[in-house]
């Protein structure tokens, strides 16, 4: 079973932040928090992965709460090549178990 | 610089028969993943290779399946009596280090 909760589907407008939230509550004190997407008939991609503290790269923001049982992906400015299948992960070993994820469908 | 590549694209067989499938990882990257995807479903863990350690197994779901890295670099995934329930697309990630997964563009099998 997946250790993350998310929202099946999202819509957000083009040019807007897209804020993707996922719960994660019975994570471990030394698992990661990491976010992948898959765009249609592609593999995943990586996004970024954060521990404790926020984090920020050329792709999106990682906000996790301070107690560490949620988060939420930021898509700063979301484009129409945002929309695809975005996964959060709570990384257990080798067994990167990948839920349902969540739809993002960007909107002109 | 190039990045995870998989063959065949695609494969069409029939039931009964053995597949093989291909992956090469991104040059120097020492850990190797096989997935998983039936349609519309999420990814399904299936074999995990780092370096020289014995692999990690845990995710393959019979003895049916089998998978070898030779030389540290290319991985071969190996469906042998293949049953129409494998038809998925068959993903191969690479790593360099604990965080970052790097996938292929996957192989669709379609068992008939």
């Known amino acids: 079973d997946a250790k993350t909760t998310q929202p099946p589907s999202m819509d957000c407008a083009e040019g807007r932040a897209a804020n993707l939230p996922c719960n994660h509550s019975?994570?471990?004190?030394?698992?990661?928090v990491y976010w992948y997407r898959q765009i249609h008939s592609q593999g995943p991609q990586y996004i970024i992965h954060?521990?404790?503290n926020n984090e920020t790269n050329e792709m999106a923001s990682l906000i996790i709460t301070e107690d560490r049982k949620s988060s939420t992906l930021i898509l700063p400015h979301a484009t129409l090549r945002d929309t695809a299948v975005y996964y959060c992960?709570?990384?257990?070993?080798?067994?990167?178990?990948f839920g349902a994820g969540t739809r993002l469908t960007v909107k002109p | 610089g190039a990045g995870v590549s998989q063959s065949p694209s695609n494969k069409v067989t029939e039931k009964g028969k053995d597949v093989e499938l291909r992956c090469d990882p991104i040059s120097g990257h020492t850990a190797l993943y096989w997935y998983r995807q039936s349609l519309g479903q999420g990814l399904e863990f299936l074999i995990y290779f780092q370096g020289n350690s014995a692999p990690d197994k845990s995710g393959l779901p019979s003895d049916r399946f089998s998978a070898e890295r030779t030389g540290g670099s290319v991985s071969t995934l190996t469906i042998q009596r293949t049953q129409q329930e494998d038809s998925a697309v068959y993903l191969c990630?690479?790593?360099?280090?604990?965080?970052?997964?790097?996938f292929g563009p996957g192989t669709r099998l379609t068992v008939t």
């Open positions: 990630a690479s790593s360099l280090d604990v965080y970052a997964q790097y």
């Open positions: 954060g521990l404790k």
């Open positions: 992960i709570v990384r257990n070993n080798n067994d990167m178990r």
């Open positions: 019975t994570i471990s004190g030394n698992e990661y």
